[in-house]
């Protein structure tokens, strides 16, 4: 991923991803995919503010839309989705890693990774959470969401939210050795397991996809959760000094 500074998942970035993803798939060639970061430190800052911020309201549902297609194409895709995290990686970011079917991260204290939406004021859609139960179980999933806790990696390992924690200098040699061990299996009948574990779970989207983006829109229009996004933005912007 590149799209600096920070990785983050705007509207047009997202468009990109899933383009880059359908050509991938399109070309019989191609059985996995690695996705990390070319920016420093950074795997993905999340989902794009600026675009949750001051918009109207046809913007909020096409960006919630294609929000839900990153999700959804990633988590159903045939082809095996490593992430090589080399960067910390909050909210969306941690999102679209638990898409994949294995997270290796790097082993630095700054890469926290997590769903931290309530740190925001907001509020991680059932999705989001359902991503998190399937990966980590109902109880620590419930403790991660309602304080937002974004886990070092050795908390993150401990918990399972990745599956291993390598030296930084290590991250994508480790990611192509699974990737080697998950391509000797039988490819259609990993695939077809995959979709059996992951189905259920996106039908559930795919049924309530157009109240979602209801719902998303509500709740992102409201005054309190625009000022809350608004001095989350500014907090970053003035960070600097
Ligand atoms: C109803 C539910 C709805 C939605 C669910 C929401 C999901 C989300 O993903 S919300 C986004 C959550 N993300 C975060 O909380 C991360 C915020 N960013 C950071 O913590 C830091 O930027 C960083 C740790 C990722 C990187 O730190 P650093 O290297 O020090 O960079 P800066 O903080 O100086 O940032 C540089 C530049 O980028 C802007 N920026 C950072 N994150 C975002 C973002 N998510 N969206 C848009 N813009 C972002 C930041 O403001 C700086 O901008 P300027 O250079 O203009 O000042």
């Known amino acids: 991923m590149r799209n600096p500074p920070v990785n983050s998942l705007s509207l047009e970035f997202l468009t990109e991803l899933l383009i880059s993803l359908e050509k991938l798939e399109n ?4 059985h996995g995919i690695i996705i990390t970061s070319d920016c420093p430190g950074i795997f993905s800052a999340g989902l794009d503010l600026t675009e949750m911020c001051g918009r109207d309201p046809e913007h ?3 960006y919630w839309k294609a929000v839900q297609e990153m999700w959804l194409r990633f988590y159903l895709s045939n082809l095996v989705v490593i992430a090589a995290i080399n960067g910390v990686s909050p909210a969306g970011g941690c999102l679209l890693s638990l898409t994949c079917d294995y997270r290796v991260l790097a082993n ?3 890469y926290a990774i997590g769903l931290n939406e309530t740190l925001l004021g907001i509020v991680a859609p059932f999705w989001f959470k359902d991503t998190l139960v399937n990966t980590i179980g109902h109880r620590s999933a419930e403790r991660a969401l309602q304080l937002g806790l974004l886990f070092p990696p050795a908390e993150a390992l401990r ?5 291993q924690v390598v ?12 990737m080697a061990q998950w391509l000797d299996i039988p490819d259609h009948a990993r695939q077809l397991t995959k ?5 259920p779970t996106a039908d559930r989207l795919l049924t309530e996809r157009d109240a979602d983006i209801q719902n998303f829109v509500r709740f992102i229009c409201k005054d309190s959760i625009q000022k809350s996004l608004h001095a989350y933005l ?3 912007k003035q960070k600097k000094g």
């Open 27 to 30: 070309d019989k060639t191609f």
């Open 60 to 62: 909020y549902a096409e």
């Open 108 to 110: 630095n204290p700054k």
């Open 159 to 163: 918990v399972g939210v990745v599956d």
């Open 167 to 178: 030296p930084e200098d290590q991250v994508q040699s480790t990611a192509r050795l699974v």
């Open 195 to 199: 979709t059996l574990m992951r189905k």
């Open 234 to 236: 500014e907090k970053l």
